[in-house]
């Protein structure tokens, strides 16, 4: 691991995820409803929480194909500057299988994440690894 630890937000659709990394003792983890985050409660909706994860430089981890491609949620994407890795296996996973998927590759994750720096961008995450995506690609 590197020295440079970014903090990650994962949203609700990746709640799971969040919660076995934190259940492991990672601190680095947040999401809706954490107490670290107050502002962020359950339920809030993308453009809620987008400009408070943009503005704390959180990186967020999803599973939400959409958040990309819907017009209002794609303005604010690039308004806000959120930096993103979608988890997009072929086939669902239990939270489980995400965090190991994500930690096989975190060095990767995190390498991407100083190359690219500020927001917006987004990164594919599968078996293969990281790889950048388009904001508007579906």
């Given at each position: 691991m590197t020295p440079f630890s970014p903090v990650y937000f994962a949203d609700e659709n990746t709640l799971g995820l969040a919660k076995v990394l934190r259940?492991?003792?990672?601190?680095?983890?947040?999401?809706p409803g954490h107490p670290d985050l107050p502002e962020v409660p359950l339920g809030a909706l993308d453009l809620e929480w987008m400009p408070i994860i943009g503005a704390r430089g959180f990186v967020v981890v999803t599973r939400d194909r959409r958040i990309r491609t819907r017009p209002a949620e794609l303005a604010a994407y690039r308004e806000h500057g959120i930096r993103s890795v979608w988890i997009g296996a072929k086939r669902d996973m239990?939270?489980?299988?995400?965090?190991?998927?994500?930690?096989?590759?975190?060095?990767?994750?995190?390498?991407?994440?100083?190359k690219r720096g500020a927001g917006p961008w987004a990164l594919s995450l599968n078996v293969t690894g990281p790889r950048p995506m388009r904001l508007g690609e579906a």
């Open positions: 259940h492991s003792g990672r601190s680095d983890f947040l999401s239990r939270p489980d299988e995400q965090a190991a998927l994500f930690l096989r590759h975190e060095e990767r994750i995190v390498r991407e994440i100083i």
